[in-house]
T-cell receptor
Framework: GAGVSQSPSNKVTEKGKDVELRCDPISGHTALYWYRQSLGQGLEFLIYFQGNSAPDKSGLPSDRFSAERTGGSVSTLTIQRTQQEDSAVYLC????????????FGDGTRLSIL | SQQGEEDPQALSIQEGENATMNCSYK?????LQWYRQNSGRGLVHLIL?????REKHSGRLRVTLDTSKKSSSLLITASRAADTASYFCATDALWAGLTFGKGTHLIIQP
């Protein structure tokens, strides 16, 4: 079956621009997660959704980052006024429930801020 | 912040040998998971071990968990060239997402 789909796969943008990253989870998965992977920081948890609600947003690096999920399915991660330190691979994952389930990852969006 | 620390950071072995990677963590967990990542790709789930389990097997993989020492190990037996990848342990406390270690880069020499 279809896995987690992320788009775009690559994004190059200028500093100061806004970017929107999209994640399409596995159908029926209620939990959705965003992570960031960079050379300096490794894999960092950003935010997770149970259904359409995000119980904990404390992992978001700054108030320039926001995320939403609608219809219990697709999620978008938005970064406003991008900075060079935002350059990283943004990974999305989904799982069938929040408890003791493996997470299924997409291939990520590689974001480069010039 | 990083909770898990994998050891070693890099490991190179001959095809057919066994590979062992270790992971230590700091806080209480609900479960611990191991993932594999090939270059430029997303993470692939390998195995999940719950906090009340001590050992789990899946094919050529064997995972142990010692909650008293806050440590886990991943053993890959009879390694193959296709096992070349980075391996990450991740702890799940159920209050947020997974907390990953920095990973072990495994190279299998043919």
């Amino acid at each position: 079956g279809a896995g987690v789909s992320q788009s775009p796969s690559n994004k190059v943008t200028e500093k100061g621009k806004d970017v929107e990253l999209r994640c399409d989870p596995i159908s029926g998965h209620t939990a959705l997660y965003w992570y960031r992977q960079s050379l300096g920081q490794g894999l960092e948890f950003l935010i997770y959704f149970q259904g359409n609600s995000a119980p904990d947003k404390s992992g978001l690096p700054s108030d320039r980052f926001s995320a939403e999920r609608t219809g219990g399915s697709v999620s978008t991660l938005t970064i406003q006024r991008t900075q060079q330190e935002d350059s990283a691979v943004y990974l999305c994952a989904s799982s069938s429930s929040r408890s003791n389930q493996p997470q299924h990852f997409g291939d990520g969006t590689r974001l480069s801020i010039l | 912040s990083q909770q898990g620390e994998e050891d070693p950071q890099a490991l190179s072995i001959q095809e057919g040998e066994n590979a062992t990677m270790n992971c230590s963590y700091k806080t209480s967990i609900n479960n611990l998971q191991w993932y594999r990542q090939n270059s430029g790709r997303g993470l692939v789930h390998l195995i999940l071990i719950r906090s009340n389990e001590r050992e789990k097997h899946s094919g050529r993989l064997r995972v142990t968990l010692d909650t008293s020492k806050k440590s886990s190990s991943l053993l890959i037996t009879a390694s193959r060239a296709a096992d070349t990848a980075s391996y990450f342990c991740a702890t799940d406390a159920l209050w947020a997402g997974l907390t990953f270690g920095k990973g072990t880069h495994l190279i299998i020499q043919p």
